[in-house]
């Protein structure tokens, strides 16, 4: 048997005949949608979206990355941006030189020595003192530092631990806000924009009866 005999194509062929003749006699009886000129499609123009009909967006300043410095984000100068510093603490702690005799009205005197953080525990500051920890830490045995917690590091204090500069000023191109207005991108600043719909008329046919 032929293919043309088979019974499925002929099937197939019938079906595309009457589909063609179909197409025919609604091409007699209908004409071409007047609404959207054939095309099935209509545009129609609204406030703009994306700008709300203002013309303008608001966007980050470029000039400071929404910092509103000058020199903003960049690595922090100190910690050069690893956030982190090995703990520079240095304070004084109270060392007493004479109990003082009580009965003669004489009170306990002190003095002042420099201390600072090495590795998160406290030592003299003046290392020819070096041998005299005991009397000068009589009241901090534990000698861990008040600033890091004996951690020997601590968040670097001039970027707040960010890791990123404050900047030196503020900058002129948003006068320190962070942002700036530019024309909305979507409507070109007419703050009016167009949309493409479906023909209500044709149902997007493009053609509508005669």
């Known amino acids: 048997m032929s293919a043309e005999g088979h019974p499925s194509r002929r099937r197939t062929l019938l079906a595309a005949a009457l589909a063609a003749a179909l197409l025919l006699l609604l ?8 609404q959207c000129s054939g095309t099935g499609e209509i545009r129609v123009s609204g406030p703009c979206a994306v700008c709300g009909g203002t013309g303008a967006v ?56 420099a201390v600072a953080c090495r590795q998160g525990r406290l030592h003299p500051a003046d290392p020819s003192q070096e041998g005299q920890e005991e009397a000068i830490f009589r009241d901090t045995p534990s000698r861990v530092c008040p600033a890091c917690g004996g951690q020997g590091r601590m968040a670097c204090t001039y970027c707040g631990g960010t890791g990123k500069s404050h900047g030196s000023g503020l900058c002129t191109a ?37």
């Not at 091409?27 to 007047?34: D, L, N, V, Y």
Request: a neutral charge.
């Open 27 to 34: 091409a007699g009886c209908s004409k071409t949608c007047p």
């Open 58 to 113: 608001t966007v980050t300043c470029e000039a400071c990355s929404g910092e509103g410095r000058l020199g903003a984000g960049s690595p922090c100068p100190r910690c050069q941006g690893k956030k982190i510093l090995t703990c520079d603490y240095t304070g004084f702690v109270d060392v007493m030189v004479s109990e003082g005799d009580p009965s003669k009205g004489e009170c306990a005197t002190y003095e002042k020595v």
């Open 174 to 210: 948003c006068g320190g806000s962070g942002h700036v207005e530019k024309t909305c991108p979507n409507c070109t600043g007419t703050g009016v924009a167009e949309k493409t719909l479906r023909c209500p008329a044709c149902g997007g046919n493009g053609r509508i009866p005669a």
